[in-house]
């Protein structure tokens, strides 16, 4: 999979679907050359690369008027000689230089992938699932060595890289910038696809095309964040989502972020992601080393649904971790939305009993059930149950629940603190700030300054108490406001800008601990929703609460855009009632379900409330999941018709399994048009040979041998799915059928 000309010193990753090659340049540094669809390997690629005089640059060597690093394609440039684009790397050194010329010094090739220390990362579980290269770059004047680590995998159209730096000097050196990937694109004509948003909407699909300049999108908030992603793509302008040249660019990585594109005089597009540089500073001491956080790149030559399933099989299977990342995911029922805080043991066990009996395995306690907290004003951080709701305790609740036959899940928010809790009164200095200045709060919340060890060890601690004394299955860490006033008392003044990674680093070594601890358990990350729905936390958390927003129309969008990059088994999706509480909408409990399917499925309202019509049809939602909850799971999902296109009236996708037998197929339509036209939708992934049986989700429920359709695939994928009739004004039928909001959904069997 690694090639080598160790006399020219090129570099040539493949695999089945991609080659990535570079080479040592003439004064050391690492030059690019290729990324994107298989190439033969030959010994020499050196046509790719040129040189030649320019006006108005510099150039590295007197009396050569042709080798300047402004000219050449890159792979981690340095900032200080001939470049004047923006580096990788930053370092500023005691004497006030902030030139780096880091000189290849070595390879070495290794089986497998190595682990990254601290931070969550890819893995393989077999040697012979991919190879990785490791580049080794030394800077004379620093006594600095720098390492590239490229992996390429055998099953994925994916290459990682990642980056470290250590110190062999006697000086201290300041990282200002260290990215964790750099790649030069010969020419910018690309799109830049990337999901932005914000609570509420979180990753809608936006596209621009690329422009001379800096491009980019970043958080400052201490996570990855709801405005943007810590992703993006670029695309060739005739892309689709099924056609086409993709690069995707991911970051596992839950903090402060910078995902840019620089595209310069000569249309050359630099693409880069890593820490944030803004408000970034790490100082490595003698003999010390700082490690970049990975890097995931996907190249696909079949659109964007090409590159979203090399994601989606790499992060299901080579990024979750545990038992829980093969496991069938609980149908759950989360009590937020159903009371808010205001519940007692008698309210809960009167919903847990009606969840059961509709076929509901996992009851999920939400916000409200420690300290004082009857509203959003306290107790954060005082992690003893409130007796006076709950009087027999978590234990005593957590078994009464099991009693009914479900499991017991339990909602935390690990990282803060109310100024009215006891952990305040004892410990305000663990609060992230600065001295002499105001704190800022958010959700009348403080956040704890998880770069100080003890502080780590505190929530350890009093979580790991409660989870080992009370029977509990699933675990919501939830993380509620953005980070203002950064600062730790605890650090000295030059270390200060190290305190979001510091703070991150802390999170990720207390849900190491957690999830080594209690490995039965499954956790669901979530951020107000999704604010850190990001790579970094698939590798604790294989679940993550998608969005606060349950409106089944919203979700259309949010769902979409995150199927972009992340699977259906990391995207947390519930049923809730109407009124919609974030968004006042009246949808039909049909629709709300089939947007609910395609995700880590549950309910969020008072089931107890529901009339004996709802309950016998959501009892047949639950039953229909479990049918097909591995399919979901597991399957291959394509997104067929877009919300960000056109009117966004239409949506559609589907999910197919990878052996091609069974399909489920999602259409769904904002407003009802009159006298529409007759439509079809070309479905994906399917076997062009085989027979299938086509159901509409009603008819399968009640009998699934009741078959009125038979199609080949190929007929379902080149002529369509008939979409049937919509109302027309000759046909009232109901308003779930054909109404505002409706939505279709079909089963499709072999045979
Ligand atoms: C924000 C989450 O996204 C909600 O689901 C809920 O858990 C609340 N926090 C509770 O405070």
Redesign the pocket.
């Known amino acids: 999979m690694i090639h080598v000309n160790a006399s020219s010193l090129q570099f040539h990753l493949q695999n089945d679907s991609l080659s990535y090659i570079f080479h040592v340049l003439k004064n050391g540094h690492i030059g690019h050359l290729y990324f994107g669809k298989r190439l033969h390997h030959v010994e020499d690629f050196s046509s790719f690369y040129q040189e030649d005089e320019r006006g108005a640059t510099a150039y590295v060597y007197e009396g050569n008027n042709q080798f300047s690093l402004d000219l050449v394609q890159q792979e981690y440039p340095v900032y200080g000689t001939t470049d004047f684009r923006y580096p990788a790397l930053h370092i500023e050194q005691e004497d006030g230089s902030r030139i780096s010329d880091f000189k290849y010094q070595s390879y070495r090739i290794m089986k497998g992938k190595p682990a990254l220390q601290g931070l969550p990362a890819t893995y393989v579980e077999d040697e012979q699932e991919a190879e990785t290269l490791e580049i080794t770059l030394y800077d004379e004047v620093t006594n600095a060595q720098l390492r590239l680590l490229y992996t390429v995998f055998t099953d994925y159209g994916v290459i990682t890289r990642s980056a470290s730096i250590s110190n062999h000097g006697n000086k201290p050196l300041n990282i200002n910038h260290m990215l964790s990937c750099s790649l030069d694109f010969f020419d910018a004509n690309y799109e830049m696809v990337q999901l932005s948003g914000s609570w509420s909407r979180e990753r809608h699909v936006k596209c621009r095309a690329l422009q001379s300049g800096v491009q980019s999108i970043s958080s400052t908030r201490g996570t990855s964040s709801s405005q943007h992603n810590p992703f993006f793509a670029l695309k060739r302008p005739e892309t689709t989502e099924d056609t086409g040249d993709v690069y995707g660019f991911n970051l596992v990585y839950s903090g402060n972020f910078l995902a840019q594109v620089e595209v310069d005089h000569y249309d050359v597009a630099r693409a880069s992601i890593g820490i944030n540089p803004f408000d970034f500073s790490w100082t490595l001491e003698e003999g010390e080393s700082f490690q970049a956080p990975e890097a995931v790149l996907v190249y696909s030559d079949q659109g964007l649904n090409g590159m979203s399933q090399q994601y989606h099989g790499l992060y299901r299977h080579r990024l979750a971790r545990g038992m829980w990342r093969n496991k069938p995911r609980p149908i759950l029922i989360?009590n937020?939305?159903a009371t808010?805080f205001d519940f007692n043991e008698d309210k809960i066990l009167h919903i847990a009993t009606e969840a059961k009996a509709l076929g509901i395995e996992l009851f999920v306690l939400?916000?409200?059930w420690f300290g004082q907290r009857n509203d959003?004003k306290t107790s954060l951080g005082d992690w003893f149950e409130n007796k006076n709701k709950l009087p027999n305790g978590l234990k005593g609740l957590s078994e009464k629940i099991n009693q009914l036959g479900m499991q017991f899940g339990l909602?935390f928010?690990p990282e803060m603190v109310s100024k009215v809790s006891e952990l305040y009164e004892t410990h305000p200095e663990w609060v992230i700030q600065v001295a002499n200045r105001a704190c800022s709060h958010g959700?009348n919340q403080y956040v704890l300054d998880f770069s100080r060890p003890e502080v780590v060890n505190y929530i350890d601690e009093k979580m790991a108490h409660i989870l080992q004394d009370c029977s509990i299955h699933y675990v919501?860490w939830?993380m509620?406001r953005y980070m203002t006033e950064i600062g730790s008392l605890a650090l000295p003044a030059h270390r200060q800008k190290e305190v979001p990674h510091r703070y991150i680093l802390g999170v990720y070594e207390l849900y190491e601990r957690l999830t080594t601890r209690f490995p039965h358990i499954l956790f669901e990350s979530?951020?107000?929703?999704?604010a850190r729905y990001d790579p970094g936390m698939l590798y604790y958390a294989p679940q993550t609460?998608t969005?606060?927003d349950t409106d089944a129309v919203e979700r259309l969008k949010i769902q979409y855009g995150t199927s972009m990059v992340y699977p259906l088994s990391s995207l947390g999706a519930h049923v809730s009632e109407v009124p919609n509480h974030q968004v006042m909408r009246v949808t039909p409990l049909s629709t709300r379900a089939n947007v609910a399917f395609f995700g880590t499925f549950g309910y969020?309202l008072d089931v107890s409330k529901m009339n004996e019509q709802e309950k016998q049809q959501v009892k047949a939602q639950i039953a229909f999941y479990k049918q097909c909850r591995s399919l979901i799971h597991d399957g291959v999902f394509y997104r067929l018709r877009s919300p960000f296109e056109g009117d966004g009236n239409e949506t559609a996708w589907m999910v197919v399994l990878p052996d091609q037998s069974m399909a489920l197929v999602g259409h769904y339509q904002v407003l009802a048009k009159p006298n529409d036209g007759f439509k079809r939708l070309c479905l994906r992934g399917l076997d062009k040979d085989q027979r299938y049986s086509v159901q509409q989700l009603d008819s399968y429920l009640k009998n699934k041998s009741n078959v009125e359709h038979h199609h080949y695939g190929d007929e379902l994928m080149y002529a369509g799915l008939n979409l049937g009739i919509s109302f027309s004004g000759t046909n009232p039928g109901l308003v779930e059928d054909s109404g505002d909001f409706c939505s279709k959904l079909w089963v499709l069997q072999k045979g």
């Open positions: 989360n937020w939305e808010y939400d916000d409200g959003d909602w928010e959700r919501k939830d509620n979530c951020a107000s929703g999704g609460w969005s606060d969020e």
